[in-house]
């Protein structure tokens, strides 16, 4: 569904990305003769494979992190040709080396080929090595392995024959393909081929492979493995010739951290009970240790994992009979004895594994061949596979459609489909989830069992014709389909409201984005949006005219809204020169119709809190706008970030409370009166909050260290600290929270703001956004919120949440500053047995088109209670004393500091919950640094004494 101005879910049927704790598989073609050689992982996680397409011509592959296609090359114009390796150069583009043959009247030649990032070919090379002596006929070359060079060239390996003998062939070029120089290794008595290409940290290059001796009167020829060394010029350093059985070859080869080379040999083809060995040699090529395979794998590519362990990929036989096998893939110990895991992956009827490579997040990318069928041709397809740190690939799918059952059956009848709404398949306390497309599909990928499945829609006016369901899938490759009816209880639209900008600047214009979306049943037919800005604001201009304007309030009319529908519009506004450098504005959006239709939700108090500056004081006011109070609650007034007071009240209905405080300085003030318990989420925040800044000149920064308690959805306010720079690329959350640690009280909603700019050369075609969500931070909750440009989300995966733009056109910030910039919102809360003192991490990567990601900063937030510093006064102490404690709470240490007077000698006592003195400790001056030491988790008093005399109390946490 796409919402203009604001957002799509979007819908993939295999849900998979290297981030998640699943890998997944992929055929790519059409079952025509097509396969995959070499592979490398993109910058933004994807994949880029190349091999041979339909048999004939050589082709790149590219897909996303998922395995999605996003494009697919085709190299034109030989009658014959393939890709075998690939490679990541530094323009983001990528180049192949493989083979190349024009017709079959015409010697093969060594290819090298070159895209740009979006796979258009650049340039094609050829290279051949001329036997001017040798018919012919017999002449070929053929390019094995490629890289870049650190001076942006480029170095082909592969091998070329005049005679029924291979050299080693290398061909090295500029970034343009043009030769530089070329290198032939051989002396016309062995077949050499060229398994791999290994970079040294010399600036050399390793070439490891092995090399048969033609011999008429022995069959299978003697073998040898070969290490060859070269410096960056192509001169050899050094060569070793090792002898293997008869008829081994050398499979696959890796260079370790400490120098070393894993050598995987295998016999030519698969042979039932034949042991492939690993053989390890030193840095220059001796052999230190041989061993037989501990698995009975047909051993191929050997990957030298970051942990120091080996990832092996082989060939088994999946049945009796022949040609009929499947990839594993194997992780040992370094020193080749110790199977840490094995895993089979049966896809298709017959697989075979090409290459091995490392992935970024220390899972594994595998390319290869499946076939589909026995019998020419086969149904043949590239292969691609991603597995996960285990090893582990998901080869079931469960998918279905959600639909609103509106003839209450709970059956599909053809009935509308709901969008977006998130799907939870949990197994042994593991969750994986999906987004219900466009079209209400959706789909994931999962291992084998049984999986209970629930289904999450867009408020409480909405369910399921069942609480849960069973999906079970028996075996590899199982399927599951699952239709969800989604029924609704209530007959009532739902509006939501959200404002926000990616900043503000003194002087300068900013852009606020106002998104609205009815979560209910039914449409609204009169739907409008308030906005009152702030004083320091001044409105320009609208993407949709306003209808009314009162002072600083502006009214904007929207018509009819149906269900599961979203827009967006946007106000451009000035800010004030007056206000002063990181002044806090605070604009707030309120919509209608704001009722819930609901009249039995909440029957008791409603409290509204508001607040004025007035002279030499700031007066708040307490309102409950409910029915009367049946026990009393606490408010607490903030100077800054201490607080100032506490005191119970109880309020009839319609009653008020009046609280008035002197002012002192340029402080903030805040006032937060508690609800009456089981307030409904519904109807807004547990806590009536407001908050005056700049009643005497402005102390800036404590505004948003405390939640703007806005509440339920028809109000949102979005408060914001002008700049005068700016960060590209972060990450915020809000409320920030108190002190070095964060705090929020444990049921807090938390605003995630993320914002990107395009600090490039070029223009940005597509921005997607990857958070890997806290594992704290409940997926049921996460609520898409504003954003500067339309987009996509999907949530999927183990807990991912993805924000795409498509075509955002995104100019670089040296062609337009201003619209080289974005933002995306989303809010979220924590699971609700999150305990005391856990801290909530979140970061995200931020992908410019196929560039590598930019990772964000990581937000803290600290789950805490009773964190906001007293201050503490004592009768008969002179005005101005208090006492603040930080952090509280706390885990191992506390500041106790008195303020306001000097202290020689003091005294710090402690006592537990129930009055027992549990420290007593002396401190010189007015600072005492508490340290835990043992304590128990929990609630505590204390009392100071300065110079013999009580100074005041006060209270502390401290975290279990």
Not at 422 to 435: F, H, N, R
Not at 619 to 634: K, P, V, Y
Not at 715 to 726: A, F, H, K, L, P
Request: proline share 6%; charged share 20%; glycine share 10%.
């Amino acid at each position: 569904m796409k919402r203009k101005g604001l957002l799509t879910i979007v819908f993939t049927l295999a849900i998979a990305i290297s981030a998640t704790p699943q890998g997944w598989i992929k055929g790519l073609g059409n079952q025509d003769a097509t396969n995959g050689n070499g592979v490398v992982q993109t910058a933004d996680g994807g994949f880029a494979v190349t091999g041979q397409w339909a048999g004939a011509n050589p082709h790149i592959w590219r897909t996303d992190a998922d395995g999605n296609t996003l494009w697919h090359t085709v190299f034109p114009g030989p009658e014959y040709g393939h890709g075998n390796d690939i490679a990541l150069t530094s323009d983001g583009g990528f180049v192949l080396t493989g083979q190349h043959q024009p017709n079959f009247d015409e010697n093969p030649t060594l290819l090298l080929a070159k895209t740009d990032a979006a796979g258009n070919i650049l340039w094609q090379r050829e290279f051949f090595e001329d036997y001017p002596n040798v018919t012919d006929s017999i002449e070929y070359n053929i390019g094995k392995q490629v890289l870049e060079t650190p001076d942006g060239g480029l170095l082909a390996v592969g091998e070329t024959s005049g005679n029924w003998y291979n050299n080693i062939f290398i061909v090295r070029t500029d970034a343009d393909g043009n030769e530089l120089w070329r290198r032939v290794y051989g002396e016309d008595i062995l077949i050499n081929i060229v398994t791999e290409l290994m970079p040294l940290p010399t600036g050399g290059y390793a070439i490891a492979g092995y090399s048969m001796e033609p011999n008429p009167l022995i069959f299978p020829y003697p073998s040898n493995l070969f290490l060859l060394q070269i410096d960056e010029q192509g001169n050899e350093l050094d060569i070793k010739y090792h002898p293997l059985a008869s008829a081994e070859q050398v499979k696959g080869a890796t260079r370790a951290a400490d120098g070393s080379f894993y050598l995987t040999v295998s016999p030519a083809s698969f042979s039932p009970g034949a042991l492939s060995r690993i053989i390890k040699l030193d840095a220059g090529g001796n052999i230190l240790w041989e061993k037989s395979s501990p698995v009975d794998d047909h051993l191929l590519s050997i990957q030298a994992t970051p942990q120091g362990e080996l990832a092996v990929t082989g060939q088994q036989s999946r049945g009796p009979n022949d040609f009929e096998y499947l990839i594993t893939l194997v992780k040992l110990d370094a020193e080749a004895e110790n199977v840490a895991w094995r895993r089979e992956i049966p896809y298709g009827l017959d697989n075979y594994a090409n290459a091995l490579i490392n992935t970024a997040d220390g899972g594994y990318g595998i390319s290869g061949r499946v076939q589909y069928s026995s019998t020419w041709p086969y149904g043949q397809n590239a292969l691609l596979i991603k597995a996960n740190s285990e090893g582990y690939v998901y080869t079931c799918s469960l998918e279905g459609r959600v639909f609103l059952d509106e003839n209450q059956d709970c059956a599909d009848n053809g009935e509308l489909p709901l969008e977006g709404w998130l799907i939870t398949a949990t197994k042994a306390g593991e969750s994986l989830y999906a987004t219900s497309g466009p079209d209400g599909s959706y789909g994931m990928t999962l291992d084998t069992g049984a999986y209970t499945v629930t289904v999450t829609g867009p408020s409480v006016y909405w369910s399921s014709c069942q609480a849960s369901y069973t999906a079970t899938l028996p075996a590899p490759f199982s399927n599951e389909v699952l239709d969800i009816p989604a029924q609704a209880d209530v007959s009532c639209p739902l509006m939501e409201v959200d404002i926000s900008t990616s900043f503000l600047r003194r002087c300068f214009s900013s852009t606020y984005t106002v998104q609205y979306c009815n979560n209910g049943t039914t449409p609204t037919l009169d739907a409008s949006v308030e906005v009152t800005l702030d004083p320091f604001l001044s409105y320009n201009n609208s993407s949709i005219p306003f209808s009314q304007q009162d002072g600083q309030t502006y009214t904007f009319s929207l018509g009819m809204v149906d269900p599961n529908q979203c827009g967006s519009f946007y106000i451009n506004v000035d800010v004030s020169c007056d206000a002063e450098l990181g002044q806090t504005h605070c604009t707030e959006a309120r919509i209608f119709p704001d009722s819930t239709c609901l009249d039995t939700l909440w029957p008791g108090p409603v409290l509204l809190v508001s607040g004025q500056c007035s002279g030499d004081s700031v007066n708040f006011r307490i309102e409950n706008a409910g029915a009367a109070m049946d026990m009393q609650q606490h408010y607490i007034v903030t100077e800054d970030n201490i607080m100032l007071m506490e005191a119970p009240f109880q309020l009839g209905a319609g009653g008020v409370r009046q609280v008035s405080i002197p002012i002192a300085g340029n402080s903030t003030y805040r006032l937060e009166a508690e609800q009456a318990p089981g307030f409904p989420a519904l109807l807004g925040s547990p806590y009536a909050s407001a908050v005056l800044e700049g009643c005497n000149g402005v102390n800036p920064g404590f505004v948003t260290i405390f939640p703007n308690n806005d509440g339920g959805p028809f109000t949102d306010i979005d408060c914001r600290e002008n700049v005068g720079s700016y960060d590209p690329n972060d990450k915020q959350v809000f409320p920030r929270g108190y002190g070095e640690e964060n705090f929020v009280r444990p049921g807090t909603e938390l605003e995630y703001l993320i914002r990107f700019q395009n600090t490039g050369t070029d223009t940005a075609f597509t921005v997607v956004i990857r958070d890997t969500l806290s594992a704290l931070l409940d997926v049921k909750s996460i609520r898409p919120g504003a954003a500067s440009h339309d987009y996509s989300y999907r949530i999927y995966g183990g807990g991912i949440l993805e924000f795409r733009f498509d075509d955002i056109l995104l100019p670089d910030s040296t062609t337009n500053l201003e619209a080289s910039q974005g933002f995306v919102k989303f809010f979220a809360r924590h699971y609700p047995d999150a305990e005391l003192g856990s801290t909530i991490l979140n970061q995200a990567g931020i992908y410019f088109d196929f560039n590598e990601p930019v990772i964000t900063n990581t937000t803290l937030t600290t789950l805490g209670e009773n964190f906001i510093v007293s201050d503490i006064r004592e009768e008969g102490l002179p005005e101005g004393v208090r006492i603040e404690a930080y952090p509280n709470p706390f885990r191992e240490e506390c500041t106790i500091e008195v303020k306001g007077m000097e202290v020689g000698e003091g005294m710090f006592l402690l006592y537990d919950g129930q009055g027992r003195q549990v420290r007593q400790e002396a401190f010189r001056g007015p600072r005492l640094d508490f340290r835990r030491q043992g304590l128990p988790g929990g609630l505590y008093f204390f009392t100071i004494l300065a110079d013999g005399r009580p100074v005041g109390v006060g209270k502390a946490v401290i975290g279990r």
